[in-house]
C-alpha cells in the first residue's frame, strides 16, 4: 500500500519543493511508493480536503518554509494532527533559515519598510496589511504576520529533520526511503545528512595556520585548493553538519551553515564563534577583541539560516 | 451574500487566496485576490554585506 503524503510549505521560497523534482528519475520510484494528498506547488488539493481527513489518516506530512504567520502556524497543526509521523523539510522549517533573517528586525518595521518605504512600492494611501477589511461585499482576512520567525518544531512536534537550503535531492530520496523501507531512526534525528562536520568532508587542503586577519572574499583572490578560514574568510564548515556534498565550497564560496549544527552542538553561531576564536593568531583578550571587530555583520553571518533556532531566537526589542 | 473561497491557489510559487461573491442571482458580485504570505526581505537584506546578498536574494524564489 503507499503511503498517505501531504507535502506543505510555510514561510518558504519553494525551492524544498524543487528539491524534491530534481530526484529526476527517482521520482518516479517515489510516485510509486507515494500517494500525495497535499502539495500546493504541484497539486490542486485545497485545506479543506486535509480539514475533512480523520486525524492520522495522512502517513507523513513533509513540511518547508518557517512559521512566520499565523496561517503557516495553523496548517503545521493541522497537519500534524492528520499525520503519523511529520517531517521538517529544509533550512526554514529545521531552523528558520533566511527567513528567520526577519528576527533582528521587529514586525513593525518589516512592514513600515516593506510596504511604506521601498523604492518600488507605489502605496499613496500608506495601507498596511490588516487581519480584517471589510469591503462592500463582506469581509476579508488575512493570517496574523508574527512579530518573531519560527521553526516547525517550535509549533508542533517533529519526528524527523531533513536539512539544507535547499537540501540535496538524493539526500531527499534516500531520507524518504527510510521511510518506506521502514528503517527509521529515533525520533528527532536528523535525516539525510552526515554525522560530523563539514570540514571533515572538505576537500580543501588545511595546514592548521592561524589566523591574523580576517578579509572579505572581494579583497582577495582566493586560492581554490586551500581552506578559506586559513585565508581569513570567514566559514561555517567547522561547525556546519555534513551532507551537503560541500556545494558552496567547490563553488568558491565558504559555508554559511544552511545544514544546521551536530546533535551536540547547542548554537551553531555561538559554536563558530568558539571555533574561530580557537583559530585567530593573537593570544592577548585586547588583540583578539581588535580581529573580531573586523569581523563584518558578525550575526548575521553566524547565524545567517539558524537564528530562530538558536537560544538567541531573535533580536531583543 | 454567498462567498467561495478557494483557499490555497496551487501550482504557481507562492501563497494566495481567492474569495469570490456571489449575488442574488448567482452572478459573480466580487472576487478578491489575497496573498497571505510575506517574509520582508527588502527588510532583512539592508546593511548585509554586498558579497553577501547574494546568496540571500536567491531564496526570494527557489523554483
Known sequence: ?317 | MKRIEIDPITRLEGHGKITIFLNGEGDVENAYLQIPELRGFEKFVEGLPVEEVPRVVTRICGV
Request: hydrophobic share 35%.
Open chain 1, 1 to 317: 500500500m503507499k503511503l498517505k503524503v501531504g507535502i506543505y510549505w510555510g514561510a518558504a521560497c519553494g525551492g524544498c519543493d524543487v528539491a524534491i523534482l530534481d530526484t529526476h528519475e527517482k521520482l518516479l520510484d517515489i510516485a510509486d511508493k507515494m500517494e500525495i494528498y497535499l502539495w500546493p506547488i504541484a497539486m490542486d488539493f485545497k485545506y479543506d480536503d486535509i480539514r475533512k481527513m480523520e486525524d492520522g489518516y495522512l502517513d507523513v506530512a513533509i513540511y518547508s518554509g518557517a512559521i512566520r504567520s499565523s496561517e503557516n502556524e495553523e496548517i503545521a497543526k493541522l497537519l500534524r494532527k492528520k499525520s503519523k509521523v511529520m517531517i521538517a523539510l529544509g533550512a526554514c522549517a529545521h531552523i528558520g533559515g533566511i527567513p528567520g533573517l526577519a528576527n533582528f528586525y521587529t514586525k513593525e518595521e518589516v512592514l513600515k519598510r516593506v510596504y511604506l518605504e521601498s523604492e518600488s512600492t507605489e502605496n499613496k494611501e500608506g495601507v498596511i496589511p490588516r487581519e480584517t477589511w471589510n469591503v462592500n461585499e463582506g469581509e476579508l482576512e488575512l493570517p496574523t504576520f508574527y512579530n518573531t520567525v519560527k521553526t516547525l518544531d517550535q509549533v508542533v512536534d517533529v519526528e524527523y529533520y531533513i536539512p539544507g537550503c535547499p537540501p540535496v535531492p538524493l539526500q531527499i530520496y534516500s531520507a524518504l526511503s527510510l521511510i518506506w523501507d521502514d528503517m527509521l531512526p529515533p525520533v528527532g534525528s536528523v535525516i539525510g545528512a552526515g554525522e560530523r562536520t563539514l570540514c571533515d568532508d572538505c576537500p580543501r587542503e588545511r595546514d592548521e595556520k592561524t589566523i591574523t586577519e580576517i578579509k572579505r572574499i572581494q579583497q582577495v583572490l582566493p586560492d581554490p585548493k586551500k581552506c578559506f578560514l586559513e585565508q581569513g574568510l570567514i566559514c561555517l564548515g567547522p561547525v556546519t553538519r555534513s551532507g551537503c556534498g560541500s556545494r558552496c565550497i567547490k563553488s568558491g564560496v565558504p559555508c554559511r551553515g544552511c545544514y544546521g549544527q551536530l546533535d551536540e552542538v547547542p548554537d551553531l553561531g555561538i559554536k563558530m564563534l568558539s571555533a574561530l576564536a580557537s583559530v585567530l593568531e593573537p593570544k592577548e583578550e585586547k588583540e583578539i577583541d581588535a580581529l573580531l571587530d573586523t569581523i563584518v555583520d558578525p550575526l548575521r553571518t553566524f547565524h545567517r539560516f539558524s537564528m530562530p533556532a538558536s537560544i538567541l531566537r531573535r533580536k531583543k526589542v
